[in-house]
């Protein structure tokens, strides 16, 4: 019984240890989430009005009869790119599993679909299954760069434009608050239908714009800026999302922590007590024997 105890006791500090441990990274994850946070809330706006830029633009080529560019126009072909966002590390509840299954789906779905991977942890799962992808970006850290997007846009960019697909979609976590995060798509080739909400829609559509030089001079322009928005933002919020799904799980693991601690404190006593019992119980017995 005393060793039974003794292992109790190496169990509770074991777990207090972790404990400790997870409490730290609780912590840390809340401060970036603060950061990444404040991000998102400043990145939506700008997406929104460059998207409503864009729709301004395409709906004044539609009205003046000018061709659109060749990388704003619409393809037969039905081969699909799908960028992934992922996180390089884990620890954070079940994040990475949700878009990895949903990206799983999109893929039953549209078979002929080329990956662009972000993230270690959606480059490791489809190489265990053999997945090829045509690009992967690891390491991009904790706070995402204007420069890491430009990179990953100009990569899809060219792609598209040397004609290895024919539609381009983004697959990120959208951030909606700390213990709500929702997988989301966006489609950005061919432009379409930009994102931006009815309000800035209908005031750029109403606007009075002149466009020099020309039209298909600032479509040209706008185009690689709003694949290089649009990668961003989704990054932000991807790494919003990860944070909050980080302090979340790290949150749980420390409460689940507390309630193991609590069992085994309940226990180690009780073990103790039976402990105490059967000596007072030997004691009593062998006064009994000396007596008789």
Same mark, same amino acid.
């Given at each position: 019984?005393?060793?039974?105890? #003794?292992?109790?006791?190496?169990? !509770? ?5 972790? =404990? ?16 990444? =946070? ?7 706006? *700008?997406?929104?009005? @460059? ?47 949700? !878009? ?6 999109? @893929? ?19 190489? #265990?299954?053999? =997945?090829?992808?045509?690009?992967? *970006? ?11 997007? =430009? ?23 959208? *951030? ?45 322009? @706008? ?44 226990? *180690? ?10 000596? !007072? ?12």
């Amino acid at each position: 019984m005393a060793q039974s105890a #003794r292992e109790i006791k190496r169990r !509770i500090s074991s777990i207090a240890s972790t =404990q400790q441990i997870t409490k730290a990274m609780e912590m840390i994850a809340a401060v970036k989430l603060r950061k990444a =946070q404040a991000e998102v809330l400043n990145t939506r706006p *700008f997406f929104q009005r @460059l998207g409503a830029s864009l729709a301004a633009v395409i709906e004044a080529a539609h009205k003046a009869g000018d061709p659109l560019p060749e990388i704003a126009r619409s393809r037969p072909g039905k081969k699909h790119c799908l960028i992934l966002f992922t996180s390089d590390r884990g620890l954070a509840g079940g994040y990475n599993a949700a !878009i990895i299954r949903e990206a799983e789906a999109f @893929l039953r779905k549209h078979p002929d679909t080329e990956l662009v991977i972000l993230g270690r942890k959606a480059r490791d799962h489809f190489r #265990r299954r053999s =997945q090829t992808f045509l690009a992967e *970006f690891i390491n991009l850290g904790d706070e995402p760069t204007l420069r890491q997007a =430009q990179e990953i846009g100009q990569v899809v960019y060219d792609f598209y434009a040397h004609e290895l697909f024919d539609r381009v979609t983004i697959l990120y976590t959208k *951030f909606i608050n700390t213990v709500t995060h929702k997988a989301e798509y966006r489609h950005i080739l061919p432009v379409v239908r930009p994102e931006a909400d009815q309000k800035t829609a209908a005031e750029m559509l109403n606007a009075l714009y002149i466009y020099e030089p020309s039209i298909n001079a600032v479509l040209e322009a @706008l185009l690689p800026l709003y694949v290089d928005a649009a990668v961003y933002q989704s990054l932000v919020e991807a790494k919003a999302s990860e944070f909050g799904a980080r302090m979340t799980a790290m949150r749980n693991a420390s409460d689940n922590a507390d309630e193991l601690i609590r069992e085994l404190n309940l226990t *180690f006593h009780r073990a103790r007590q039976a402990m105490i019992t059967k000596e !007072i119980a030997e004691i009593v017995g062998g006064a009994d024997a000396l007596e008789a």
